[in-house]
């Protein structure tokens, strides 16, 4: 069972929602009753029958505490949902009920199931994402001047401005979201390949292809060459991009804790009745949203080596390695969206001390020349709004 008290800590509700069990299940029925609305429209089984699965799908809810312990021992979501499914056509529809997922393999059902969720979760970070850029755009707009002690290897160095810092939190998240959005074009696809991905039973030659092209429309997912089932460098590579988004991110979460450390005194997160205290010391201002997304940097890698590890799949279907990827691809969009909703909340509450930076370079001693700080982040805004416009 899921648990509310340590997941949601580290994730937004509306993202563990999409991840949950009734997702899931909305995405296995839609695929069935696209299959069979699909294979209507190409003559592959009768229209009255489509009309009758597609409404099984709306109507069907079972137990899930009682489907998941059927899903467990039957080893796939697949084969107790399609008996359910048969089951509650069988004495009004017998015949839609022997057209139950017809040509189709359990795997293209959980593959299937599993982009539609992803889908639905790249619209919600795609538009938190797009909140902390909007957010870094401004701090960076407003501090494009303000003189500050630049730091390396954690110890003053030269002057910049706080806006070229800004910048570069702007730059990293902008560029993470972009490689985000081009491996998700690549890999929100439809599978369907039934038994060892040669469509067969799904529909002769032509027929096929345009069965599936049918159920991808239907569903908003894109269309594969051939089938992907034993193919999965694309779940790799978004979760790959997903764990260096949340990267991105961290780099931002490190560096205002640091900043926010009472030697240093320059940034803080924005006052929020009741975050970020101390069950122990009433004085303590802790970093709570830079906490939950260093926490999620900390968990991201780990579960994009993952996907990477299940790479080398057995023939044409694999045993153990694309089973594993749902878990941890779910796991990685929780941490990404909750790391991106903490540090876009941060940003547009950051409270800047201007003249603890003034006082914190002056003592340093390096003098106050910024260089080409000012124009660096003109360039920086100019190439992220820009890019932003064209979207």
Known sequence: MSSLLRDRPAGSAAMLAVFGDEALLRGALNFESALATAQAAEGL????????????CRSLTPDISGLAAEAAHAGTLAIPLVA???????????????????????????????????HEAMALLG???????????????????????????????????????TAGWLMGVHAARTRLQREAEGALMLQLGGAAGTLAGIGAG????????RMADALGLGTSVTPWHARREAIAALGAALAILTGAVGKM???ISLLAQNEVAEAFEPRLLGRGGSSAMAHKRNPTGCQVALSA??????LAATLLAGLPQEHERGLGGWQAEAPVL???????????????????????????????????DVGSDTGASALLVQRALAAVLGALGEG
């Open 253 to 255: 979460a490190r560096d």
């Open 206 to 213: 032509e027929t096929a292809l345009a069965v599936a092209r």
């Open 45 to 56: 089984i009768v229209e009255a029958d489509a009309v009758a699965i597609a409404a099984a």
């Open 330 to 364: 779910a796991d990685l969009f929780i941490l990404a969206h909750g790391a991106v909703v903490a540090m876009a909340d941060v940003a547009e509450g950051l409270e800047v001390d201007t003249a603890a930076m003034a006082r914190n370079l002056a003592a340093a």
């Open 127 to 165: 538009a938190d994402a797009a909140r902390l850029e909007t957010a870094l755009v401004a701090l960076s707009e407003r501090h494009a001047t303000t003189p500050a002690v630049g730091r390396t290897l954690l110890q003053g160095a030269l002057p910049i401005t706080f806006g070229l810092k």
């Open 84 to 118: 359910r499914l048969r089951v509650a056509l069988q004495e009004a529809h017998p015949q839609a009920a022997a057209a139950v997922h017809r040509g189709a393999t359990s795997q293209d059902l959980a593959d299937t199931a599993l982009m539609l969720q992803a």
């Open 297 to 302: 940097a900390l968990r991201a890698p780990g």
